[in-house]
């Protein structure tokens, strides 16, 4: 007899016909150390959370990060890619504050209706937080940059607007409470011209990116 291992988190299928005998079934394999029971998906996924507060404690539930990354494609409509990064931005879940590091966020040739684009990704983050921090180059459009200020401050005056420049960044994060994090490959500008990648950042990354933003004195 050839005995299989059955490891943990491992689960055992049976495939047969939908009607069937539940009690004979579980007579039939109690001999073998199993037992047969009805269940659904979601009762499954409620039994891996009961386990993983008893084993890991509450805070490994809050900490986790859905982790998965969309390709932002060109020759597509621009609001349907901002609906892409505000969903991601979404489940980044700020909560005391937000940082925007993209060099590019203020460009010198303002493309057509891009205010409007900027409010729209950050106004839903910024109901929530207290401050919103952007790091972008210091060859920037400052109009621009006034303009969003004055827009954010208008609907939302309790959080605090800051800008900082440095050029010792060339990707783009949007980092929340310093804790969770997003890569986008693209500036908002550049939305729909090039492929580009946005993603969610491992722990890791967001404490280096973190430090890295310490080093510069740009958390202030």
Known sequence: MTMVPLHHGQVLFLKGREEFDLEKLTRALDPLGFEAFLTTRAELAEAEIRRTLVERGISSIWQTVIFQEELLPPKRDVPALVAVLKEMLERLAPESDLIVVDRYLFPEKEPDDYLDTLVEVLEPAIRRVQQLLVVTRKKHNAH?????????????????????????????????DGHRGLFVGTSLNGLGSRYALADYLATGDVRKIMTALENEGLLG
Request: glycine fraction near 0%; charge should be positive; charged fraction near 40%.
């Open 144 to 176: 621009l940059r006034d303009k969003l200020e004055i827009r954010l401050r208008a609907s939302h005056p309790d959080c605090r607007f800051r800008h900082c420049c440095s050029e010792k960044f060339h990707d783009r994060f949007w980092i929340a």
